[in-house]
């Protein structure tokens, strides 16, 4: 070296010419811009916090909207169109106290108006997707709790039906198998009678002539759910449009409804909508 008591924190990197102690300074100066405009957004509004571009202004958010859950003592509209936002975030830890906070709500047991069935539905639509479509079980089933928890608040399942479609129709494996597994959950509770089961039946028609195995089963589960209810009604809604194999396993599924039920049995709902309902006041914790 022709000076060998040059400092090595100036010899510069290779092929960009900054040194290694310019580029340290640059990246502490981001950092510290960073942190600033953290400060900066967490004294915006609650409702443009929650959906803020760092993550831990959202969680600041979170904190604030988790307290003032715990302190309502009625039905809050303001605060229940910022819970249906709440479950959009991408960061895993936000997301779980997110559900949390969605169950502390529920356990208050308000009636929910008819003015904040938007919200109502976005919250359902929300939890199929983020949550029951989940890779994490645990997430995933106290989501199937909660979803059918919500629906009980609803007048109507119109929305939760095109809902339901639009899921089912993801290019996301995952969250089309949920819209279709979760479809299913829906009907074994609260019945055809509040379900537009032709129109769902119509979606999963054409769904099972390209999907994965897995879905394609799920598929035939909610048929033969479907038969209980509806019995030869269920016929025309399949023929000539299901392939063999599908046609042939939903048969099979509604002679083993014959069998041990008999050809005369139809369930009754277990669910109701526009009911106010009763919940456990055990809170959820994720782990």
């Not at 969680?59 to 479950?87: G, H, P, Q, R, Y």
């Not at 909610?222 to 023929?239: A, T």
């Amino acid at each position: 070296s022709e000076n060998p008591n040059k400092n090595f924190d100036d010899a510069p990197v290779s092929g960009g010419g900054a040194t290694f102690l310019e580029i340290l300074e640059k990246q502490l100066a981001a950092e510290k811009q960073e942190q600033a405009e953290a400060e900066s957004d967490i004294k915006l509004p609650l409702s443009e916090k929650i959906t803020n571009k760092n993550w831990k202004v959202r969680k600041s958010a979170l904190d604030e909207i988790a307290e003032k859950v715990n302190e309502l003592t009625s039905f809050d509209s303001n605060l229940f169109k910022i819970l249906s936002l709440i479950l959009t975030d991408s960061h895993q830890g936000n997301l779980e106290e997110a559900v949390n906070i969605i169950n502390s709500f529920l356990e208050k047991n308000f009636v929910i108006p008819k003015e904040s069935q938007p919200e109502l539905n976005m919250i359902i639509k929300l939890l199929i997707e983020k949550c029951y479509s989940s890779s994490k079980q645990v997430l995933k089933d106290k989501a199937k709790d909660m979803i059918i928890s919500y629906t009980e608040y609803l007048t109507n399942t119109e929305n939760l039906v095109d809902n339901l479609i639009t899921i089912m129709q993801s290019r996301n494996q995952k969250m089309s198998q949920g819209g279709v597994s979760i479809s299913t959950t829906i009907l074994s509770l609260f019945g055809d009678k509040v379900l537009n089961y032709k129109k769902l039946s119509s979606a999963m028609t054409t769904l099972s002539d390209k999907c994965s195995p897995l879905i394609k089963q799920n598929i035939v589960e909610f048929f033969i759910e479907l038969y209980k209810w509806i019995k030869k009604s269920l016929f025309p809604l399949i023929d000539k449009k299901v392939k063999d194999n599908v046609r042939k396993d939903i048969e099979k599924g509604i002679e083993q409804i014959d069998k041990q039920f008999g050809s005369a049995y139809f369930p009754d709902p277990t669910k109701f909508l526009g009911k106010k309902i009763n919940v456990s006041s055990k809170a959820i914790t994720l782990t």
